[in-house]
Structure formats: structure tokens, C-alpha cells
């Protein structure tokens, strides 16, 4: 049975990495996790770099946030981001993640989700 990485290892193997999409398992198994303070570089990445596989994990973040997001005012702007990158990764479960999202009682999860669906699907170019 394998040992679940730390939080530490996980963050210095992605560090030791170059940008790209070699980094994705790295950001959605971190993005699951607390004990660091990347959710929302790992939302922006995982957008940029767009992958299929990063869906459920940004979905997940977007209703489940983390304290230290609240306790700095940032959650909104989080769940905006978590919006924008499921807009960017343009699957057809990324729409049906944003349509949940859209349908959210909250007012502002509700917000972001119709704002994501706006823009769904989000083109992008690489440099």
C-alpha cells in the first residue's frame, strides 16, 4: 500500500517541475488538501492549463472552501476563479459542474456559476 505523500513533498515535487501539464495531478491532489496556502494559484493554473481531469477537484473547492480563504476575505473571488476555470476547461462536465454551481443557493456561488456559464466555453491560447 502506498503512503500518502505530505502536503510538503507534494509541494516541492510540483516546484521541481516545469509549467505545463505534467503538473496537473500534482495541483488537483494538493487542491484537495489543506495544510497550505495555493488554492487559488492552483485554481488559476489548473485553468490555464485546462485539463478534463481537474474538474470534480475545482468543483469540490468551489463549495468547500478553506478557512484561511474566509479569513482573509478572498472567498468570492476564489469561487470566481474556481467559475472561470471550469469555463476554461469547456467539458461537457465542467458546463454541468458550472450549471450546479448556478443552481447553488447561495446567492453568490449562484452568481458565478451563470457568470462561468456566460463564458463557457473560455478560449484560450498558448504562448
Known amino acids: 500500500m502506498d503512503k500518502q505523500r505530505s502536503v510538503e513533498e507534494l509541494t516541492d515535487e510540483l516546484d521541481a517541475l516545469q509549467e505545463g501539464d505534467a503538473r496537473a495531478p500534482f495541483l488537483i491532489e494538493l487542491l484537495g488538501r489543506a495544510g497550505h496556502e495555493r488554492h487559488e494559484d492552483i485554481v488559476f493554473e489548473l485553468g490555464l492549463i485546462g485539463s478534463p481531469s481537474a474538474v470534480s477537484a475545482i468543483a ?68
Open 60 to 127: 469540490r473547492a468551489a463549495t468547500s472552501p478553506y478557512r484561511y480563504i474566509e479569513e482573509w476575505g478572498n472567498l468570492h473571488e476564489f469561487q470566481r476563479k474556481c467559475a472561470y476555470a471550469l469555463a476554461r476547461i469547456a467539458t461537457h462536465e465542467s458546463r454541468v459542474a458550472l450549471e450546479q454551481m448556478a443552481e447553488s443557493p447561495d446567492p453568490h456561488l449562484h452568481e458565478y456559476g451563470l457568470e462561468g456559464l456566460e463564458h463557457w466555453p473560455l478560449p484560450f491560447k498558448r504562448r
